[in-house]
């Protein structure tokens, strides 16, 4: 249900120093060097302030989607988080690029579940489809590996969640979001949560069209 205590707004400078305390309170099991800064927060700000989105709970940051603009390769797609996010700063961006990596979506374990996450993946798409690019990539977590890596490998743990045999919180949330698995990335990420893996997923815009 809309919480109309809720608003998306672009990213702006003045939200950068409580963007760099919210990546400690929702990511606490990565580690410290795959936290972005105020620094690079403030550097998102430049490049492309269109395409970042921030939640606000009245006057506090509570929920981050971010990305950049990029032509993503798919027949080259291993990739680490930190070579792709260029140390955080998203230096790679290309306003021409035809896909929107999403750097991160995040909201505070506080106010999960109340639809924020949705409402940043809606203006990610939002944006995507104004701006008429192919659609949204990202590296995703699956924080709920950790608990199954003794039994079963990560194919088979992301597989029963694609069949909705177990439920992943971040790769159960995207599938429902419309998006794609389309593999798996090795050492993407230092995270305990998720034992370095990430998924490659992926949203294709409907409405795409060639010029
Ligand atoms: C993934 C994340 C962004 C989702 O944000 P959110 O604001 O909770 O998302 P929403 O409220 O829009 O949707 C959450 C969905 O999960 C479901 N859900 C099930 N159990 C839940 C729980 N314990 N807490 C929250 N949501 C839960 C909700 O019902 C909802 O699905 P539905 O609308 O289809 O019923 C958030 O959980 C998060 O920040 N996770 C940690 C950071 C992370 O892993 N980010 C992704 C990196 S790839």
């Not at 506090?60 to 700063?89: P, T």
């Not at 979506?105 to 008429?132: C, M, W």
């Amino acid at each position: 249900m809309p919480d109309d205590s809720i608003k998306i707004d672009t990213i702006k400078p003045e939200y950068a120093k409580a963007l760099e305390q919210l990546q400690r309170d929702c990511f606490p099991t990565l580690a410290d060097n795959e936290l972005m800064s105020e620094a690079h927060f403030l550097n998102h700000c430049r490049l492309f302030p269109e395409g970042n989105f921030v939640a606000l709970a009245r006057a506090r940051v509570v929920g981050l989607g971010s990305g950049f603009l990029i032509d993503f390769d798919f027949d080259h797609a291993q990739h680490s988080f930190q070579e792709i996010i260029a140390g955080g700063s998203y230096s790679h961006h290309d306003p021409l690029g035809d896909w929107y990596y999403g750097g991160d979506i995040s909201v505070h374990p506080d106010f999960r579940g109340r639809g924020i996450g949705s409402s940043l993946y809606a203006a990610r798409k939002e944006i995507v489809q104004r701006l008429n690019r192919k659609g949204i990539v990202a590296g995703g977590l699956i924080p709920g590996f950790a608990e199954y890596k003794d039994r079963i490998t990560v194919q088979q743990y992301v597989d029963r969640v694609v069949a909705g045999e177990l439920r992943d919180s971040t790769l159960s949330f995207q599938l429902s979001r419309g998006f794609a698995m389309r593999g798996l990335l090795e050492d993407y990420i230092e995270d305990a949560a998720s034992d370095n893996w990430a998924t490659l997923i992926v949203w294709e815009n409907p409405d795409f069209k060639r010029d």
